[in-house]
């Protein structure tokens, strides 16, 4: 299986940045898009970011689109969130998770229903 390893939460002020990162190992990860999540005390889990197994498409919530940024690096097995302009309603604990994808052709990113979990970092913001 993959296993996935979050890094990166934070206490931030409002307006602040913060990088998330999470670290997949055990499996190839080229086969596997990859999907950040949240989740606030008291609401569901919610899909912010996905990201095609090739990294050439992603996709974004519209409460986070044109704030945050999701990559990845291959050669790493590593992808990104880049939070900039964040919120007090930012504030969750942060999922990746990943969607083996392999021998689907890559038309849109997919991260509905992923099979692996990294096991979440806090994200605050507050001043």
């Known amino acids: 299986q993959l296993q996935l390893v979050e890094s990166g939460g934070d206490l931030v002020q409002p307006g602040g940045s913060l990088r998330l990162s999470c670290v997949a190992s055990?499996?190839?990860?080229?086969?596997?898009?990859m999907g950040w999540f949240r989740q606030a005390p008291g609401k569901e889990r919610e899909e912010i970011s996905c990201i095609t197994r090739d990294g050439t498409l992603t996709h974004y919530s519209d409460s986070v689109k044109g704030r945050f940024t999701t990559s990845r690096d291959n050669a790493k097995n590593t992808v990104y969130l880049q939070m900039n302009s964040l919120k007090p309603e930012d504030t969750a604990v942060y999922y990746c998770a990943a969607r083996n994808t392999l021998g689907i052709f890559i038309v849109k990113p997919r991260c509905d229903q992923p099979s692996q979990w990294g096991q979440g970092t806090q994200v605050t913001v507050s001043s």
């Open positions: 055990g499996r190839i990860f080229d086969y596997y898009d």
